[in-house]
């Protein structure tokens, strides 16, 4: 439908006016109020919050009228048969027992990752799980996959209501429980099995993401080599789940070792990779950020971003035909994003720039990517994919 120029005109401004409310209300009231909390409680207090709030349909479409996520075709692709509004996704981690999926839905993203989950509940590792580095805009995380367990989240994602999420795509991330009962890898596979049997019977999860690379956990990452990997995507596949599989990568290996994984990933179904997870490197820290080293856990946020890039490339350069590339690490801003999708990334994930700059960025990267994409000459989001790969 076309509109006339002065309706798109004051459309632009309200949508103007109410993202500079968002940004300076989270920046000036939310964040300062959030930040006075220790991550630990302000991550619960939210997710409490928000799971309530979705319930309520008026809560809903005030947060859909006020976060103006507004869809644009320049930006709508469809991948294994999911189709994606919008490539921002929410990645893995803020929402692990998929309570907030409904007011999620309303921000702008384009698919919201859960979990990770496990086929066993898990009350993860002794607290503190996060700690915040915000001269260096990342998280140390070590919540050690902490999760009310697949079949309780599964549940919960098949009893929310059309009006609720709709055909929202929801990723499940799939790990194995963090237990001293499961560290054989014989123990490893067959709890990630469980989950994938669990969620290829539920249609509302549209993507299975299977996370092979979390640390601090019991038994380690047993699946970052790839024999073991070879084993997990041998009974993956003997599941044969509906939907698309990827692999969440780990974002510390040297590029050989990496490719040697995605040489494996290759031989099975696998639709794609989610480039990456956390690093453990903490060299990269800003010195104005004080981490003190009994601190644990892996870093989030922007001191991922020259790795999750460089394997980005690589990955698009050597198995852009093969595999899909989900972006994500140190995404702040629309041009982060377009760095990536650049870079070779179909679809982008934000967690620690959604907890930094506010609700208000799924929202600012899409109307942020449609301005690059015109300002390239593109028409669609797809011409831009890989095109910096070369460079
Ligand atoms: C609080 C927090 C919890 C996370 N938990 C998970 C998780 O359970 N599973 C997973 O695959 N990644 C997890 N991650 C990693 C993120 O999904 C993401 O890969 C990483 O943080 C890089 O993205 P970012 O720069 O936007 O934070 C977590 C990250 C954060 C900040």
Redesign the pocket.
């Given at each position: 439908m076309r509109y006339a120029p002065g309706f798109v005109i004051l459309d632009n401004m309200i949508r103007r006016t109410l993202w500079a409310l968002n940004r300076h209300g989270y920046r000036l009231v939310a964040k300062p109020l959030f930040f006075m909390m220790s991550p630990d409680d302000a991550?619960s207090l939210m997710i409490k919050s928000v799971a309530r709030a979705g319930y309520w349909a008026p809560m809903r479409w005030f947060t859909k009228a006020v976060f103006v996520a507004k869809p644009n075709a320049m930006l709508v692709q469809k991948y294994h048969g999911v189709d994606y509004v919008a490539p921002v996704g929410l990645?893995?981690?803020?929402d692990?027992n998929a309570e907030i999926v409904p007011l999620i839905a309303r921000l702008g993203f384009g698919f919201a990752?859960v979990?990770?989950v496990t086929a066993f509940q898990c009350d993860g590792n002794p607290r503190p799980w996060?700690y915040r580095l915000p001269h260096s805009q990342s998280?140390v995380?070590n919540?050690g996959?902490a999760n009310h367990g697949s079949d309780v989240i599964i549940k919960r994602i098949h009893d929310y209501s059309d009006q609720q999420i709709g055909s929202f795509p929801i990723v499940l991330?799939v790990?194995k429980t963090n237990s001293c009962n499961v560290v054989s890898i014989e123990e490893g596979i067959a709890d990630y099995v469980t989950t994938v049997h669990r969620a290829q019977a539920e249609p509302r999860v549209q993507v299975i993401?299977l996370?092979i690379?979390?640390p601090n956990t019991y038994g380690g990452e047993p699946f970052t080599t790839p024999d073991k990997l070879e084993r997990l995507l041998a009974a993956v596949d003997a599941v044969k789940p509906k939907q698309p599989v990827y692999i969440?990568m780990p974002v510390d290996l040297a590029w050989p070792d990496f490719s040697a994984l995605l040489d494996v990933a290759v031989k099975h179904k696998i639709a794609g990779v989610?480039v990456?997870?956390?690093t453990k490197h903490r060299s990269v820290i800003s010195p104005d950020d004080k981490l003190p080293d009994n601190v644990r856990g892996h870093l989030?946020?922007?001191p991922?971003w020259e790795s999750?890039n460089n394997l980005i490339r690589q990955t698009y350069l050597h198995y852009g035909d093969k595999l899909t590339i989900i972006g994500?690490?140190?995404?702040f801003n629309a041009a982060d994003a377009y760095t990536k999708i650049r870079l070779g990334a179909s679809l982008v994930?934000?967690?620690?720039?959604l907890?930094f700059v506010g609700p208000q960025l799924p929202a600012q990267i899409n109307d942020g990517l449609v301005k690059l994409l015109k300002r390239d000459g593109f028409t669609h989001i797809s011409q831009a994919i890989g095109v910096d790969a070369k460079k």
């Open positions: 991550h990645s893995a981690g803020l692990k990752t979990g990770s996060f998280i995380v919540a996959l991330s790990a993401e996370n690379s979390c969440k989610t990456s997870n956390l989030s946020g922007k991922t999750s994500v690490g140190g995404i994930e934000v967690i620690s720039g907890m």
